[in-house]
């Protein structure tokens, strides 16, 4: 059995010590696969001065068309597919980036890679704000054929996976563990779902569990699939801002939602803002008008009218979350009457009602 350039590929990524910058230098000195692969073979005194002797050995020993295919088999027959580089499925715009990974192991549809994408990344715990509007732009955005990709972590990224699919679009969640090992755990419904309509992706072998540097990693991923990056929000310390710089890095268009002053949940976003690393929307509108991407009229619920007054209500809560009585100060109508059509608003799936608050759905 001879050596392929999947083979090669996935041996790359499998050997500890072999990272993206060493990957590169050794693809500089032969950029044919099958060439380095017979260097190496030979005992190079380059490849045994750039990885340390350890290294080389361990990956010497492992370079065994035999067994490197015996391993690959074993992922396959897990019901996980394999692209690498070498493949006519591997995203152009992720092979651009220079930590392009070596593999990419998915479930799903892998043909969404290569349609127009746009992340949407944000905080672990977003507030009430952050949801609604996560949900609200990526409505939008995937009505207008783009496929929304974030990281499936708790909070923003749930929310903007869920919402794809609930709108009938496409959405790729890029793990920072393993297929088999999907983190954080209560999200393995949510992994299915995505599985099923979307694509599941991950560079780690399917029972990796996953580390401290893994998840921050993938996000390069995240952002280099994507023609943008759109940061909902963040604090001074969230994943997300390491998203948005690797967009800026990747030479990607970064957009940023502005928030409160006052909430932690939006320093981060509010200092790229500050500095200008960004451009700042308040409409999923303006995202498409950049990307020169017209915009698609959603649908319309059959079998809803909205009268004057649940118009009304609903500008309301365009603007902010509001409790009853700011509602009823507003609208004038009797107590009986707002409760009976906050109620039927609810049921329509125009309203939401968390606590004493009100939101637009």
Request: aromatic letters at 8%; one cysteine or more.
């Amino acid at each position: 059995m001879r050596l392929t350039d999947e083979l090669i590929y996935f041996w790359l990524s499998t050997v500890d010590g072999i990272g993206s910058k060493k990957r590169n230098l050794m693809l500089e000195k032969h950029p044919e696969l099958t060439a380095l692969a017979a260097d190496f073979n030979a005992g190079a005194a380059f490849y045994s001065k750039l990885l340390g002797a350890d290294v080389y050995n361990r990956a010497r020993h492992a370079l065994d068309a035999a067994y490197l295919d015996k391993e690959l088999r074993a992922i396959t027959d897990l019901g996980i597919g394999i692209i690498t580089p070498s493949s006519d499925s591997y995203p152009a715009q992720l092979k651009e980036i220079y930590d392009y990974p070596s593999v990419l192991y998915y479930i799903g549809d892998p043909g969404l890679m290569k349609t127009r994408c746009v992340s949407v990344v944000g905080t672990r715990k977003p507030s009430a704000y952050g949801e609604r509007i996560t949900k609200k732009f990526v409505d939008t955005l995937s009505h207008s054929g783009l496929t929304v990709v974030s990281g499936l972590a708790t909070g923003i990224d749930a929310y903007a996976h869920l919402q794809a699919l609930e709108s009938g679009g496409k959405t790729i969640a890029v793990l920072g563990s393993g297929l088999k090992r999907i983190t954080p755990a209560n999200h393995s419904a949510l992994a299915a779902k995505v599985a099923d309509g979307g694509l599941l992706l991950s560079e780690y072998e399917p029972y990796f569990a996953g580390a401290g540097y893994s998840f921050p990693q993938r996000n390069r991923i995240i952002s280099g699939l994507s023609e943008a990056v759109l940061v909902i929000e963040a604090g001074e310390k969230s994943g997300a801002l390491i998203t948005a710089e690797c967009a800026l890095e990747q030479n990607r268009q970064l957009f940023v939602l502005p928030g409160n002053a006052d909430s932690a949940m939006s320093q981060g976003t509010l200092n790229l803002i500050r500095k200008g690393q960004c451009a700042m929307v308040h409409k999923a509108e303006h995202i498409l008008e950049d990307l020169n991407i017209a915009v698609t009229p959603k649908y319309k619920v059959s079998g809803i009218q909205f009268d004057f007054t649940e118009a009304k209500i609903l500008d309301l809560l365009e603007a902010s979350e509001l409790n009853y009585d700011r509602i009823l100060e507003a609208v004038e109508l009797p107590v009986n009457d707002l409760s009976n059509l906050l109620m039927l608003m609810e049921l329509k799936g125009l309203v939401i009602k968390r606590g004493n608050l009100f939101y637009k759905a």
